[in-house]
């Protein structure tokens, strides 16, 4: 008994020693900014997009010798796109104070669940991708984001992508039970409401369901023009897979969860004549974003993604306000937020960025469509 | 429990009570941040809830797996009392306790007559349904959405003409931790030595034996199975108030499965080994969290370990780290080779 | 739409019943849930998968081999994790099971990632996309068809080894009464083995052919299919192979069903709520016998 007694208080110590040895071991010197995202886990791609975006810019700034000499060190924190996990990397950033600002999070339950620590903390955040509109309101003044919201996508999807771009009106939204789609549906069907496009249809599916049939079946028998898939891409390609089973010929839509390489691999032939709204495409792009997807696609061998483009320019957007302010939490809030017109607006790769006072920033969206087992531009 | 006097503690004793003097002035060590003190807090919940569900597989030797859905209940529970009609912490406590107490029964009552492994099943599958009627119900829970901005714990005493003193930062959510905490200990410490503790180990030995001294089987489990979700109840109602935000994906089957690590780790039935259990995991969970990185390995790891160290748990120490001697004696009832563990009753079996 | 919905029920029905029977195999010769079947469902897939994509072996062959690795990986869980545990309490193996199964599932997860995986491109045989029959308004591809014949094939055989054969026989013997059995001179553990390799390919094959069918691996599919066909085998009564394939079909059409005309997001819930009901007020299922309490002290 007292050996295996010792034997646990010793491992105890030793790792609580650990957990202290390594919060406290902060090097000073660097600037170093937190990012927040899901690096393991199912939703792993997208965190991979985030680290590709969010490292090409660091390069960057560091070979340029740091920002006013200091080189920016960022620190990563797995969030696992789950609240739990977020609320402790939040605290992890929020306790470090040599952190002096978060990139993050990715997933929009994340940023909630972390957001009333930083607030508490006074640490600012910068999403590139969270698009829940009611952010805004729980990060009181600390919480910017240089993505559109939900809310602005969805009435966008109903108001020009079905009428005018795919020129259909019966839609049947079949939407993933989660906090991103739940937003994305209900600011759709406002706008298809206003705007005169008829819903057929409406089914919801849980995340990591496989099997759509039923509920497929039960959608196809009113006969949709088109099935909005609103969730992300792993249970979209399946979706579009049966659906085009079941024998649905029309096209596909989704918002920026579909955009990804994934979709088309596991959707295959489906994945065809599907479109989706993003924030960022590179052949839309100014001549600085054409840029910048030519050297993401040398440097790491793949086609650039919106949340690519959108984690770059965050870090640029802090680069050039912590030029400006030093490395000082409540100054980069203050900082962030004197962003508030287009006159003082960052440009970047993704276009003119400027924040409201809620955080928020208006973007305007492009429609990409898969093609012969591609993402291209539509038109 | 006896004369409290320094000399007459046993050497067990003096360790707790040091223990308890470290942890009480922990946070004003120089190196304690935020964030420890934030993990800290997340093993002193953790210690309660495992010290909630020790009571079934542990007191009682039945497997429930479906713990996460008394603390999930416990949790929303809490959550929305306090985000519709901003109840006091103090106020909810009991009721969450009741609450969670109300549903063992209702689970308990037509389930506890199975055997072991449907019992097992069944609880799982009532867990998942919680899972599924707090994702689902949007209109109650906000589902998906979660529930964001419930107040933090405060103590109002303005009825008295007093101050309002909110909890900010971590540190009132640590002191408050390790006083409930204490308070489980307390009344696990009662129960244990009581009449009904003593029904409890009864029927785990030998229900038949139990039932020939007049015990009534249902009526026990049942009392054990409540009061065993009464406390996942009100460990969630603490976490409710503590993270100010709820979704149902934090209530998945994974929590039951880490709880039931704790108390296979620590040993079953032992309040202290629990407790123990707890804090070595939730440990261990952080450090891998923050090594494996480093050393270029995949999260995964850490959850594939658990299940590794449970799997070697039941085959080499399957009573725990820190057995209680009944426990031991009936988990190693079939390796006949051993026998330096003392039946507990004192009959050969 | 109710022929569609029957035939969607069909085909997740025949999944269902092969996974069950494999649960009620294992339970009616050890009494132990194997929770870890699920895992080897998935790791059915994933070796289908492997096997085409870095050995190149055709449809077919790949299907078998994979089918014989789980069978391989049934009985090394029975050896390693089961066995040593045979004479202790079932509490210590239901926590093993469990044990195993996060182990396996997290295992998965490091060899081949977390992230959904096609199948390989062009791997099946193309014909099985085009419609072989349509009928009410249903198209039935030839994919369809092939699970169909599958399923049936192996329930079929699966009763003529239970029925005709001697290991078939042992199995029964094992499974009324260990002791006896092996009073008659059976070799108990071989036998149990044996009962794990069987529900092991049944449980890969299934793996297989939803991986294939739906285009999408995964390494936590077996979580929620595992728990559903563990629905399934107690519909059925818990050590009736019969009535495992039975509750199969019943609970898949149940589902399609229920999803279709009801509520699709309490869709698993329907499995859930099936099962308690079963259990608290059909203990024994539609076939099974009410199995007594062995009397380990439990």
Partial sequence: MRNKRTFLFAGLVLGLALIFGITTGAMAGDIRIGVAAPFTGNLASYGDNIKAGVNLKLKEINDAGGINGQKVELVWGDDLCQPKDAGTVGAKFAADKSIVAVIGHLCSSATLAAMPIYVRAGLPALSPTSTNPTIGDVGKGWFFRNCYTDDFQGKYLANYVVPKLLGKNKVAIFYENNDYAIGLKDSFMAGAKAGGVNVTGVEAYMTGTTDFTPQLTKLLRDNPETIFLCGYHPEGALIAGQGRKLGFTGPLFGADGIDNEDYIKIGGKAADNTYCTVPFLAASASPAGKEFAEQYKKTYGRDVDWMSANAYDCLGILAQVIAKTGPDREKIRDGLAAIDSEANGYTGVTGLTYFDKKGDCSKPAFVKVVKDGKFVAAK | MGKLRLQNLTRGGKIRIGLLALALILPFFPFVTDYVLHIAILVLLYMILALGLNIVPGFNGLLDLGYVGFYGIGAYTSGLLTYHFGLSFWVIIPLAFMNGALWGILLGAPTLRLTGDYFAIVTFGFSELVVLFLTN?????????????????????????????????????????????????????????????????????????AVSCGINLLAYKVIAFAISAAFGAVGGSFFARWVTFLSPDMFKFWESFLILCMIVLGGMGNIWGVMIGALVLVSLSEVLREILPLLGMPVNVRFLAFGLIMVLMMRFRPAGMMPIAAVAAQMRAGRVKRKKVKPAVGMKK | MLLQQLVNGLTIGGIYAMIAVGYTMIYGVIQLINFAHGEIYMLGAFFAITFISFLGLPFYVAFLVAMACCAVCGVLLDIVAYRPLRQSPRLAALITAIGMSIFLQNLAMIIWGSRPKPFPHGALPAYFEKTAVTFGGVNLSWFHLFIFTITIVMMVGLNLIIKKTRWGKAMRAVAQNKTMAALTGINVNRVISYTFALAGALGGAAGIMVGAFYNSIFPTMGYVAGVKAFAAAVLGGIGSVPGAMLGGVVLGVAEALGAGYLSSLYRDGISYAVMIIVIILIPAGLFGKVLKETKKSM
Avoid at chain 2, 138 to 144: A, D, S, Y
């Fill in chain 2, 137 to 209: 119900e949007i209109w109650l829970t906000r589902g998906p959405l979660g529930l964001p901005g419930i107040d933090v714990v405060s103590i109002d005493l303005t009825l008295f003409g007093g101050p309002k003193w909110e909890f900010i930062g971590e540190l009132p959510y640590y002191y408050l931790a390790i006083v409930m905490v204490l308070v489980t200990v307390f009344v696990m410490y009662r129960i244990q030595d009581s009449r009904l503790g003593r029904a409890w180990f009864a029927i785990r030995d030998d229900e038949v034996a």
